[in-house]
């Protein structure tokens, strides 16, 4: 498979998690706005608040995801890659101020102003049928996620906070934290109807916002990492110093340096001892075809060689 293809189908897999988390949310965001309006449950409405929040996230991140593709130019060379991030930031800050705002807001407004909740059934069939759509997109961000963890040897939540890509990690934190959200107001909503008091709700309603700041910090965390430029974990230089060891112009690696500059691409800087002792014009022909063969990898963006001195020590794969 050529370096596009591979790039693609990753890309393809991601786009196919986003399409699917779209499509649930918005449905359970029209579901539960309307459940909201009809029961008047503080827990609902947050959920609403969460849904149509998520629902533009994933928005957010099908255009990171495009924007993200453009191949390199003369102003960008080495790629747009990192617009990923950005608009995946956009997406987290809006998770916070939507969906984690509105919740809590409306939940000590409930607490100050208690209204009664009615049509009880509504609220749990709606929370039920929510369950099963989020259900549904948290499985395929699941199952993307494990393969990709199981193909870099990585436990499944070391690789969710671990990985370059915003798209995963957002799509399966949110998606998890919406399944324990609705296990919140579900709970809720089953304690105002039992003891006729909103507190309960109104609580579930904060504690739904709460649940949604903290994954929001985490995202936007995660991401202005990688918008300023973080370096590839010891495990993945450890691999690339293994590969390039196994060209055989290439005696030993003194120096690398991998910077994510998008979702699974990486800028390779390295210096290198070639086999051999090739003049300076040889060198250079040697380097130039080295470089053009390591950036064939489906993550090497770029690579960018040169010659070691001496008495620098070699680098371990």
Request: no cysteine.
């Amino acid at each position: 498979m050529t370096k596009t293809a591979q790039t693609q189908a990753s890309g393809g897999e991601s786009g196919l998690t986003v399409v699917v988390a779209l499509g649930a949310n918005l449905l359970i965001a029209v579901a539960k706005t309307a459940a909201a309006i009809i029961t008047g449950a503080a827990s609902m409405l947050a959920e609403a608040a969460h849904s149509w929040a998520d629902t533009g996230n994933e928005v957010f991140l099908l255009i990171a995801q495009r924007k993200a593709d453009r191949p390199a130019d003369k102003t960008h060379p080495l790629g747009y890659g990192r617009e990923v991030y950005v608009w995946s930031m956009f997406a987290a800050i809006g998770l916070f101020a939507v969906g984690a705002g509105v919740s809590v807001t409306h939940g000590i407004q409930e607490l100050i102003h208690p209204e009664p909740a009615t049509d009880f059934g509504i609220a749990y069939a709606v929370l039920a049928v929510s369950a099963l759509l989020e259900g549904t997109s948290f499985l395929q961000a699941n199952r993307q996620a494990r393969r990709e963890a199981h193909d870099r040897d990585r436990d499944l939540i070391d690789h969710i906070l671990a990985t370059s890509d915003p798209t995963v990690r957002a799509v399966f934190f949110e998606d998890a934290a919406a399944l324990i959200g609705i296990v919140i107001a579900a709970t809720g909503i089953g304690l105002h109807q039992v003891t006729g008091s909103a507190v309960p709700d109104a609580v579930g309603s904060i504690l739904v916002g709460v649940l949604l700041g903290v994954v929001a910090v985490l995202l936007i965390q995660r991401n202005r990492r990688f918008l300023v430029g973080e370096a590839a974990e010891p495990k993945v230089v450890r691999g690339v110093v293994r590969m390039m060891l196994e060209q055989p112009e290439i005696a030993r690696v003194t120096y690398l340096s991998l910077q994510y500059v998008g979702a699974q691409k990486l800028f390779l800087v390295g210096a290198v001892d070639l086999t051999g002792d090739p003049v300076e014009t040889e060198a250079s022909h040697v380097l130039a075809a080295l470089e053009k063969r390591i950036a064939e990898n489906p993550v090497v963006v770029r690579a960018v060689l040169s010659l070691s001195e001496p008495e620098e020590q070699s680098l371990v794969g």
